[in-house]
């Protein structure tokens, strides 16, 4: 047993080895098969259906929906801890296919928490029917996702998707961008400012939206560096009618979100978290393999050292990660502080890691057929999603001292 199976329930342990055979049995080789799918596929063509069905066959789609929606009931107590444990795995595969899989639970645990009865019925059940059935959250705009996240709440930064009252719902105008499986969902949670005179915090809405809605539009997929199995999508919204039973949030959206964040920042970790053990293990053989200077790689002490620092960075992630997890399963006062440090730590740590994988791999590294250069794009993607490095830091910084740092400096003179 290692430290990363130390305190495993029964029931994570099950779920973390139907994951990994998953993942070291289809999607692996199917990734490795077909390398080129990233770059020559069309955005539809991508990611075959297959894959989805697989990950629904294990029932890692659909985790997050309550078991009397037909979902499978996680321990309460540790459920963000096995988000973490099954993220891990699936980016160990995929980072790109893990993208697709968490924003179906992230969303889901959003409608659990906040969504009327009538609504999480009718959209549970179509969620469980179709293996295809993607989710998305849409927050950034062309003007600014950094804004939201620390929130500078003041009128001049709010957002610029308005939602107007009208008679039996809203009309919704705007645009979003960035928006993970924005390019592939059937249902969106769409955040909107709907009243200008106040700041973000007081003033801005949730909608659930459908994506046969009129006046909505997927206006394209984003061609990203990395995690290119997940289609990121731009969204448009013109008079787009939204009935008043649609609405998730009044006014107090982004306050309400913490229990979509949260969980959020875990799992973003945990599938960085997934994508260095990859690097190392990949490079691990390979220096155990490949033969310079008359001798296998690990021989030579320059490569051992690199190697060692991989593995530590590693586990000193995970072990951050556990940290944060715990704090945000047992709703600690620190889960928030936490949850943004682990975020941020991992995307730097396992940038590194995945660096020293391609320096590793000399030439080979560099080469698309080989898989490893993939590994250092997929790293590069966490350092942006989910807050920049820099935000994360002001948000930690400002949870600290509230009073006084990450004041906001008012609108340009
Ligand atoms: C692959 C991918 C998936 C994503 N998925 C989603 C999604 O599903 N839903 C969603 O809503 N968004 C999504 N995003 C958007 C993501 O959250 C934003 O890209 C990220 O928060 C940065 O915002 P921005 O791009 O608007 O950068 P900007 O806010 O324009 O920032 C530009 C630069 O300025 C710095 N900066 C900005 N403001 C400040 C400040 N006040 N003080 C100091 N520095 C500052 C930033 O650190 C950055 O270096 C995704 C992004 C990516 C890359």
Not at 202 to 222: E, I
Request: glycine share 8%.
């Amino acid at each position: 047993m290692t430290t990363a199976d130390r305190d495993l329930s029964e029931e994570q342990r099950l779920m973390r080895q139907s994951c990994r055979d998953f993942v070291d049995d289809v999607v692996i080789p199917f990734i490795r098969r077909n390398w080129q799918r990233e770059w020559t596929m069309t955005p539809e063509d991508r990611l075959p259906k297959e894959i989805l069905e697989g990950a629904e066959k294990i029932g890692i789609r659909t985790l997050g929906v309550p078991e009397e929606f037909g979902g499978i009931e996680l321990d309460p107590k540790s459920e963000v801890r096995t988000f973490a444990i099954i993220s891990e795995e699936i980016a160990r595969g995929d980072s790109g296919l893990a993208d697709k899989l968490v924003q179906n639970w992230k969303v889901s645990v959003l409608l659990r928490n906040l969504a009327p009865r009538h609504l999480q019925e009718k959209w549970f059940k179509r969620l469980l029917e179709n293996p295809q059935f993607l989710l998305a959250h849409c927050l950034t705009e062309p003007r600014g996702a950094s804004d939201r996240w620390l929130p500078y709440n003041v009128p001049e930064a709010a957002m610029q998707t308005r939602a107007v009252k009208k008679d039996g719902g809203w009309v919704i105008n705007g645009r979003k961008q960035f928006i993970s499986n924005g390019y592939d969902a059937s249902l969106y949670v769409v955040y909107a400012n709907a009243n200008p005179k106040v700041g973000m915090m007081q003033g801005t809405s949730s909608f659930l939206v459908p994506r046969d809605t009129p006046g909505f539009t997927v206006a394209r997929c984003n061609e990203t560096l990395g995690c290119r199995f997940m289609n990121n999508g731009e969204l448009v919204f013109e008079d787009m009618f939204v009935p008043d039973d649609h609405l998730l949030v009044e006014n107090d959206a982004l306050g309400k979100a913490g229990v979509y964040f949260r969980p959020g920042k875990i799992i973003q970790a945990s599938k960085n978290l997934g994508v260095g053990v990859r690097a190392f293990e990949d490079t691990s053989k390979y220096v155990q393999n490949y033969v310079q200077g008359g001798r296998i790689l690990i021989k030579h002490q320059a490569v051992a050292l690199r190697l060692a620092d991989m593995a530590t960075r590693i586990e000193a992630v995970r072990a951050l990660l556990d940290r944060a997890a715990q704090a945000v399963d047992d709703n600690a006062s620190d889960a928030d502080v936490l949850c943004n440090m682990v975020k941020l730590f991992a995307s730097e740590e396992i940038m590194k890691v995945a660096q020293h994988a391609v320096e590793l791999h000399g030439g080979n590294g560099m080469m698309l057929d080989f898989g490893i250069e993939k590994l250092l794009r997929d790293a590069a993607i966490f350092l942006h999603m989910d807050a920049t490095v820099d935000i994360s830091k002001l948000k930690i910084i400002k949870a600290m001292f509230p009073q006084t740092a990450g004041k906001y400096a008012g609108p340009e003179a």
